[in-house]
């Protein structure tokens, strides 16, 4: 039950890192090329926001005690679109959302993705994320205290 969850929130994990890091780093850049205050302009602090919330859920599964999968699912999927982007970058291009239909929040997105990958940061990100799933104590369940069991014992638990 414990890596069911732990691959529900490398899902979530992924979604975070691809579309709010993606909408928050093209509105960042939007606002330093403009010379925008971010004190005045509340996308922009949005944006600040956002990356805070992704860093903070991305170190939280780096060093909390979850499945490991919740770290794989986003490293796979990170890498795997470096390599497809180092193999070819049409290809990798063609799978951001594009397009008349697509939302505008969700294009700039996908502006700021390709802009995080072809920097090299989802490589970055799909490295470190990578790294919890090779320590086998993270494969492991917690082991449980001597003294938690003889109290459940004494209590019928």
């Given at each position: 039950m414990r890596h069911f969850f732990g691959l529900l929130l490398g899902v979530v994990v992924a979604a975070a890192l691809l579309l709010g890091g993606g909408w928050?780093?093209?509105?960042?850049?939007?606002?330093?090329?403009?010379?925008?205050d971010p004190a005045k302009d509340t996308r922009m602090l949005i944006a600040v926001g956002a990356m805070a919330v992704v860093g903070l859920l991305l170190g939280l599964v780096l060093v909390g005690r979850v499945s490991p999968l919740a770290?794989?699912?986003?490293?796979?999927?990170?890498?795997?679109?470096?390599?497809v982007y180092v193999l070819d970058v049409s290809r990798a291009a063609s799978l951001v959302p594009t397009?008349?239909?697509?939302?505008?929040?969700?294009?700039?997105?996908?502006?700021?993705?390709?802009?995080?990958?072809?920097?090299?940061?989802?490589?970055?990100?799909?490295?470190?994320?990578?790294?919890?799933?090779?320590?086998?104590?993270?494969?492991a369940r917690p082991e449980r205290d001597e003294e938690e069991e003889e109290y459940e014992e004494s209590y019928g638990f």
């Open positions: 928050a780093s093209q509105e960042l850049v939007r606002g330093a090329a403009q010379i925008v770290t794989f699912v986003p490293s796979m999927a990170l890498l795997a679109w470096t390599v397009g008349p239909s697509v939302q505008a929040e969700l294009l700039q997105a996908g502006r700021g993705m390709l802009m995080l990958l072809s920097t090299g940061v989802y490589a970055l990100l799909g490295v470190a994320l990578f790294l919890p799933v090779l320590m086998p104590s993270r494969w």
